[in-house]
């Protein structure tokens, strides 16, 4: 249940934001975030958010992009700053959900979206 938009091609140096909703049968909503995976390489944690605002960031892109949640829009956002080449992958939101009839949280997981970035 959860749609992520806002990937494209971006220049090194420019901004892009991503944003990621969730909709459904949603009861409860924990940490919300961000993961990315390149060509050949494992999915990676790039930026989370608790529900209650704490943040974890990778330390490739802590200082250049922010995450932040609008938790009524139930909504997600990877505010990405001065993007370098190797931020250029696949980003995937995720997010902890507990439906009205679930007694547990579950992880989903959007479909991901493209973000190149252009030197």
């Known amino acids: 249940p959860l749609q992520a938009s806002g990937g494209g091609l971006v220049q090194a140096g420019g901004s892009l934001r991503l944003s990621c909703t969730a909709a459904?049968?949603?009861?409860?909503?924990?940490?919300m975030g961000w993961y990315r995976q390149a060509p050949g390489k494992e999915r990676e944690l790039v930026a989370s958010?608790?529900?209650?605002?704490?943040?974890n960031y990778a330390d490739s892109v802590r200082g250049r992009f922010t995450i932040s949640r609008d938790n009524p829009k139930k909504t997600v956002y990877l505010q990405m700053n001065s993007p370098k080449p190797e931020d250029t992958a696949l980003y995937f939101c995720?997010?902890?959900?507990?439906?009205?009839?679930?007694?547990?949280?579950?992880?989903?997981w959007g479909k991901g979206t493209q973000v190149t970035v252009s030197s």
């Open positions: 958010m608790s529900g209650a605002g704490s943040t």
């Open positions: 995720n997010a902890e959900i507990q439906t009205w009839r679930s007694l547990t949280f579950l992880s989903y």
């Open positions: 459904g049968d949603i009861f409860r909503i924990k940490d």
